[in-house]
Nanobody, 114 residues
Framework: EVQLVESGGGLVQPGGSLRLSCAAS????????MSWVRQAPGKGLEWLSL????????VYTDSVKGRFTISRDNAKNTLYLQLDSLKPEDTAVYYC???????RGQGTQVTVSS
């Protein structure tokens, strides 16, 4: 069974940072490109970033480029998203996904507020 379990969310002030983690199981993690998406209150899913199988290539949507960093540790079957320079508009539930398998975790809430 494919499982993706996100953690690391929370309440942070504008300009702050968080590091999200996604523990993967039930598939060979190193064989798959992985991605992060988010859903803000009252809005649809927004794709944020992806990373290729060995972590050598990453892509970001413009709204987070230069502020968020995706990475992975294939030895630990874990995907990460470093969130820096956070803004109130980054408030959302953040999900990791395996696009090829169509899988998504339960999400972790990030709230940016003073």
């Amino acid at each position: 069974e494919v499982q993706l379990v996100e953690s690391g969310g929370g309440l942070v002030q504008p300009g702050g940072s968080l590091r999200l983690s996604c523990a993967a199981s039930g598939f060979i993690f190193s064989n798959y490109t992985m991605s992060w998406v988010r859903q803000a209150p009252g809005k649809g899913l927004e794709w944020l970033s992806l990373i290729n199988r060995d972590g050598s290539s990453t892509v970001y949507t413009d709204s987070v480029k230069g502020r968020f960093t995706i990475s992975r540790d294939n030895a630990k079957n874990t995907l990460y998203l470093q969130l820096d320079s956070l803004k109130p508009e980054d408030t959302a539930v953040y999900y990791c996904t395996n696009p090829a398998l169509g899988s998504r975790g339960q999400g972790t809430q990030v709230t940016v507020s003073s």
